[in-house]
């Protein structure tokens, strides 16, 4: 595998928010981290995409699969020096895999795909496309919520990754997530 796309072992519960733009993953994973006094990985996506558009007015392109990849697995491992127990991560390679197919008919950088087959994270949350979509410079799938709730639900089942479906409000969600970690350990 692409040494640069490994995890760092640890023996922290890794959480992965995963699910389609827009739908609340980064406020879970903030407030989660903040509710058990641990870290959480933003996306790297975004940051490189906004820098990218600001730059060149210009949105990802399948060269940017590899760099993102790399970014993502970096502050990923910055953040489980730091963690307490449990890592919230807003998304992770395979979200960057599901959008690289989605967007580029199928097509994905190889060493992501590999680097998802060697990466493991303990429990996942699905989150439903039942909150409101906002609008953002790099948020284009409006009228495709239910087609991308599809594909990262099919990525899961794919690998057979057991995961729960988050669904209602912040408060719903979190309250769901906190019981099922509580459980876990």
């Known amino acids: 595998m692409e040494e640069n796309l490994k995890q760092l072992s640890s023996s922290l519960v890794k959480v992965v928010m995963f699910g389609p733009e827009s739908t609340g993953k980064t406020t879970l994973a903030k407030a989660l ?3 058990y006094n641990t870290q959480w990985v933003p996306e790297y996506a975004r940051e490189y995409l906004e820098e990218k558009l600001k730059k060149t007015g210009e949105i990802c ?3 940017d ?4 990849a790399l970014g993502q697995i970096k502050l990923e491992n910055q953040a489980i020096k730091k963690a307490n127990k449990f890592l919230f991560c807003d998304t992770n390679l395979l979200s960057t895999q599901v959008y690289a197919e989605a967007y580029f008919n199928g097509w994905c950088d190889e060493r992501v795909i590999i680097a998802n087959t060697k990466n493991n994270y303990d429990v996942y949350f699905l989150t439903d496309i039942d909150v409101p979509w906002k609008e953002d410079a790099l948020r284009d799938k ?3 919520r239910q087609e991308m709730l599809d594909k990262f639900k099919e990525a899961l089942q794919h690998r057979y990754i057991t995961y729960t479906m988050l669904r209602g409000s912040n408060t719903t969600r979190m309250d769901c ?3 099922q ?3 876990y350990v």
């Open 142 to 144: 409006p009228n495709q």
């Open 61 to 63: 392109a399948p060269e």
């Open 33 to 35: 981290a903040e509710h």
């Open 65 to 68: 699969i590899y760099p993102i």
């Open 177 to 179: 997530v906190i019981e």
């Open 181 to 183: 970690i509580n459980q």
